[in-house]
């Protein structure tokens, strides 16, 4: 029941040598992952802030009305009858 046989020892070793490449492989693919992220950060800090394709950010504001936050800049009436902005 327990007995070696040429089958096991085969299918064992086939089993180990699998694992064994599928981990040479994924660390491979890491590796390459890591550099392209490092040259993709390099190429933008090397092209500057301005060519650097950052989102905007806008400072928010919450309302003392209603709760609800709007854009610093560029504030509209929220419709409440005692909103602080103007229409």
Do not use: N
Not at 2 to 20: N, P, R
Not at 45 to 62: L, R, T, W
Request: with cysteine; glycine share 8%; charged share 25%.
């Amino acid at each position: 029941m327990f007995g070696f046989s040429i089958q096991k020892l085969l299918f064992t070793g086939l089993a180990i040598a699998a694992v064994w490449y599928a981990f040479k492989w994924l660390g491979r693919v890491q590796a390459q992952k890591r550099t392209l992220d490092r040259q993709e950060a390099r190429r933008m800090k090397e092209s500057g802030p301005a060519k650097a394709k950052m989102p905007e950010v806008e400072d928010m504001v919450e309302c003392t009305t209603c709760g609800a936050f709007v854009a610093a800049q560029g504030m509209r009436h929220c419709g409440k009858t005692d909103c602080p902005y103007p229409e």
